[in-house]
């Protein structure tokens, strides 16, 4: 049980263990479902079709003239195209940044982020296993590797990271409502809500824990999405998005597409993308966020680059400052050991560079004082090896 109070710190390095990309893979991602949508969006302005999805912001289809619809099926093809092109040129390190350098696009690239993670989503839960261990083999330089990608059994790797948190939310729990005695939050840069899921799917097969104790216990502020999320509730199975074909009889599949892009839109108005503008938009969660931080005895960073503008965003700066800091334990991963990241990590906590530099002590300490602790590992094996846990 978490006893004393514990915050974890979620970046993207933490949702790749459950199917979803990180920066440069979601971009690429947003530019495969940018082609697939432009096929849609050009035939649809050809036939000027009435069948409307609610992002194209047509109030009464049926009163709009076949030009005036053939200008919006127009409008949104020319958006998507640019949004396409833009990315493939530029090829952004983090399409949040390139949102923000063009507002315009926002619409558009939101509902494309949007439909690449609920589709993630539905493929981790028919695939039962992290997707981004074989398309690491797909997309290998090397043929043998792209040749193992078809043989690769996703079941046998080590992702379910949260199973370690489970273990420790449940133990020493001997009623139901003893969950609620955990003090545990979660703040998250992810748009999805695998740890929702995973910690809602985990808990609600202890049969110690009443169903709606479980659920109450993931549900309001226990986690914190400082940029949104596609979807809320967690309980409720992945769509499967029907899309349809892709050849050029398109019609028979204008209804489906409808319904999956209304689908989209509607989890795509939940996320906040544009930096700086639009983040700001979730300042009652980023309080509350910071908050838990500051009260927190240990705290976890797990999966996290440790973008400045994101550490800023959550204060992160003078938080975990060391001259601040009072018996508290601070946890986080560098996976494979980024000078980069290391920097950063010094720079937040101790306002120089070389702290934690690649070869130096995993631990910087002080008794009674500040303790922080890095590991070199991914998510899972840091937490399986490397962390302690306190009750």
């Known amino acids: 049980m978490f006893t004393k109070e ?120 028919r695939d039962g296993g992290n997707v981004n261990h074989r398309e690491l083999l797909i997309n290998s330089p090397y043929g043998d590797e792209r040749v193992r990608a078809n043989d690769l059994d996703l079941k046998r790797y080590k992702d379910d990271w949260c199973r370690f948190v489970i273990h420790q939310i449940a133990i020493n729990c001997e009623h139901s409502h003893d969950l609620f005695e955990n003090k545990v939050r979660f703040i998250t840069f992810n748009y999805d809500i695998s740890l929702e899921r995973s910690l809602y799917k985990g808990l609600r097969h202890i049969k110690r824990f009443l169903p709606e104790d479980v659920v109450k216990f993931c549900a309001g502020d226990r986690v914190l999405h400082v940029y949104g999320e596609v979807r809320e509730n967690f309980t409720e199975e992945p769509s499967s998005l029907n899309w349809g074909g892709q050849g050029p009889a398109l019609g028979p599949w204008l209804s489906d597409r409808k319904t999956s892009l209304d689908y989209i839109y509607n989890a795509s108005e939940d996320i906040y993308v544009i930096d700086p503008d639009d983040k700001e938009t979730n300042k009652d969660v980023i309080e509350k966020a910071v908050n838990a931080i500051d009260g927190a005895k240990y705290i976890y960073i797990l999966g996290y680059g440790f973008d400045p503008n994101n550490s800023a965003r959550l204060g992160l700066p003078k938080l975990l400052n060391y001259q601040r800091m009072k018996d508290q334990y601070v946890f986080f991963t560098n996976f494979g050991n980024i000078n980069r990241v290391n920097k950063r990590v010094s720079n937040l906590f101790f306002g120089t560079a070389n702290h934690f530099p690649p070869g130096g002590p995993q631990v910087e300490g002080s008794s009674g004082s500040y303790y922080y602790e890095r590991s070199f590992r991914e998510v899972y094996e840091a937490l399986e090896l490397d962390f302690d846990w306190f009750d």
């Open 6 to 125: 514990t915050a974890f710190i979620l970046g993207a390095g933490a949702s790749w263990h459950y199917g979803y990309p990180t920066g440069e893979a979601l971009v690429k991602k947003v530019i495969e479902k940018a082609g697939i949508l432009l096929v849609y969006l050009d035939w649809s302005a050809t036939n000027a079709h009435n069948i409307l999805p609610n992002f194209l912001g047509v109030a009464d289809a049926a009163a709009a003239s076949p030009d005036e619809i053939r200008a919006h099926w127009q409008a949104a093809y020319a958006q998507c195209l640019e949004l396409k092109a833009g990315l493939e040129q530029v090829n952004p390190l983090v399409i949040d940044y390139y949102l923000g350098w063009n507002p315009h696009l926002q619409t558009i690239g939101r509902l494309l982020i949007a439909w690449v993670i609920l589709e993630c989503e539905h493929i981790f839960q």
